[in-house]
């Protein structure tokens, strides 16, 4: 399965911005659609965006719908996730996987290899 690694988080106050990037080494990025996941403390890991594997075609989760942003460079392997307007409740560790097909991009697969993530925590 295509190797990701995600950077970016940080600790950020209610209303801040980040911006994630999950990067491939590799250019075969450009032949998936990624989805970003998250997954709080005693919660269940969530779907939280996707972009198809030309950038066409993206989707948010509700509850991050109007603050985060998905986007692609596929030139530098990477997919980025703009998160502003931040709430306490944004708080998780992140993950971005491949996936080949967009219509269930959020569905988590046996296969799938979770990294490490990267931390977001918004808090005052």
């Known amino acids: 399965q295509l190797q990701l690694v995600e950077s970016g988080g940080g600790s950020v106050q209610p209303g801040g911005s980040l911006r994630l990037s999950c990067a491939a080494s590799t250019s075969n990025l450009r032949f998936y659609d990624i989805g970003w996941f998250r997954q709080a403390p005693g919660k269940e890991r969530e779907g939280v965006s996707c972009i198809s594997s030309r950038g066409g075609r993206s989707k948010y989760a509700d509850s991050v719908k109007g603050r985060f942003t998905i986007s692609r460079d596929n030139d530098r392997n990477t997919v980025y996730l703009q998160m502003n307007g931040l709430k306490p409740e944004d708080t998780a560790v992140y993950y971005c996987?491949?996936?080949?097909?967009?219509?269930?991009?959020?569905?988590?697969?046996?296969?799938?290899?979770w990294g490490r993530g990267t931390q977001v925590t918004v808090s005052s």
């Open positions: 996987r491949p996936r080949t097909d967009y219509d269930w991009c959020f569905r988590e697969y046996e296969y799938d290899q």
